[in-house]
């Protein structure tokens, strides 16, 4: 008859097990990680941004969408239907009676006066 097994080996088997459950977590912070490199890495191939532009010109609903109002480029009452303009581009909308932002003033800033 052989000899029963020592008392700690069902202890020795959990320890095993958990051994195993936090190689596999490892492995997959490890992965995790390695995942988040390669975007950073990604995103450091990209090109910056452009600069934002001095001026908008916010563009209206529909078809045609014929421009509705200039703003400055810090406007905080802008659209997503504003499109980048040059001082020549806002000077000439604001010549041809596009409204100016009354928030931001872009006739004053561009000295068109009304």
């Not at 452009?50 to 969408?65: A, F, M, Q």
């Not at 421009?67 to 905080?76: E, F, I, K, N």
């Amino acid at each position: 008859m052989s000899a029963p097994p020592p008392a700690s080996a069902p202890r020795l088997d959990l320890l095993r097990f958990l051994e195993r459950v936090q190689e596999r977590d490892l492995q997959r912070t490890l992965d995790w990680i390695a995942t988040e490199e390669q975007l950073i890495a990604a995103q450091g191939e990209r090109r910056p941004a452009p600069p934002p532009s001095e001026w908008l010109i916010e563009h209206g609903i529909g078809t045609g969408r014929l421009p509705a109002r200039v703003h400055t480029g810090q406007c905080w009452d802008t659209r997503t239907r504003c499109k980048p303009a040059s001082a020549d581009q806002a000077r000439r909308a604001l010549a041809e009676g596009v409204s100016a932002c009354p928030h931001c003033r872009p006739d004053t800033a561009l000295e068109v006066l009304e």
